[in-house]
Nanobody
Framework: QVQLVESGGGLVQAGGSLRLSCAASGSTFSAYKMGWFRQTPGKERDILAGISWSGGRTYYLDSVKGRFTISTGNANNTVYLQMNSLKPEDTAVYYC??????????????WGQGTQVTVSS
């Protein structure tokens, strides 16, 4: 079992920045690669970025490249998503997820509870 707890969401003006955090725990979390997803009402949950715990492998959705950065704080088992130049269309519930290392980035096994990000125009 892997437990994931997100934090850092909130309300921000367009052009602003937020950093989301995801604290991972459990006996086997190091066997997973981590990702951030987001979901808006009526739409599927889409992967935005992914990273291995070593940081050696990363993935980004094209639409967030250059604006979002995923990173790990291995000393505290935390994954971060730094979001810059936020746009109103980035408004969504953001989820942290853990995916088995051998699976595709968009096939997570464990999810966090989600954190709301709202970008005002």
């Amino acid at each position: 079992q892997v437990q994931l707890v997100e934090s850092g969401g909130g309300l921000v003006q367009a052009g602003g920045s937020l950093r989301l955090s995801c604290a991972a725990s459990g006996s086997t979390f190091s066997a997973y690669k981590m990702g951030w997803f987001r979901q808006t009402p009526g739409k599927e949950r889409d992967i935005l970025a992914g990273i291995s715990w070593s940081g050696g492998r990363t993935y980004y959705l094209d639409s967030v490249k250059g604006r979002f950065t995923i990173s790990t704080g291995n000393a505290n088992n935390t994954v971060y998503l730094q979001m810059n130049s936020l746009k109103p269309e980035d408004t969504a519930v953001y989820y942290c997820a853990a995916t088995p290392s051998g699976s595709s980035w968009d096939s997570p096994r464990y999810w966090g509870q989600g954190t709301q990000v709202t970008v005002s125009s």
